[in-house]
């Protein structure tokens, strides 16, 4: 079983995910990317702490128009998802509404 270096007592696929809603979240990215086991198969997620949480959440990202601003944001951080903050909603209530970046 693997674990993170976060919680030595929390494995990977037990750490809750994060939902996005369609109001602003601060985020700030403390992994680099792995894979969860979900309904729908294997999910690329990152690791995340999120304001006013204490506990970090796990941010799946395989969405295209979260991955496209994701990578780009990657790309400038010298290809490390590590370290990345960024503020992040929902553009509607919708559950297929793209993802928002500021």
């Known amino acids: 079983m693997s674990y993170f270096e976060v919680s030595k007592n929390t494995p990977i696929?037990?750490?809750?995910?994060?939902r996005v809603t369609n109001?602003?979240?601060?985020i700030e990215v403390?992994?680099?990317e792995y894979v969860v086991l979900t309904n729908?198969?294997?999910v690329p997620t990152l690791l995340v702490k999120v304001e006013n949480?204490?506990?970090?959440?796990?941010?799946?990202?395989g969405a295209k128009s979260m991955a496209v601003q994701l990578d780009e944001?990657?790309?400038d951080n010298?290809?490390?998802?590590?370290?990345?903050?960024?503020?992040?909603?929902?553009?509607?209530?919708?559950?297929?509404?793209?993802?928002?970046?500021?």
């Open 13 to 18: 696929d037990h750490i809750v995910a994060f």
């Open 23 to 26: 109001k602003w979240a601060s």
């Open 30 to 32: 403390i992994s680099e």
């Open 40 to 42: 729908f198969g294997y």
């Open 53 to 61: 949480k204490e506990i970090p959440r796990a941010l799946h990202i």
């Open 73 to 75: 944001m990657r790309k």
């Open 78 to 102: 010298g290809f490390k998802f590590t370290g990345l903050k960024f503020d992040l909603r929902k553009a509607s209530e919708d559950r297929r509404s793209p993802y928002e970046f500021k």
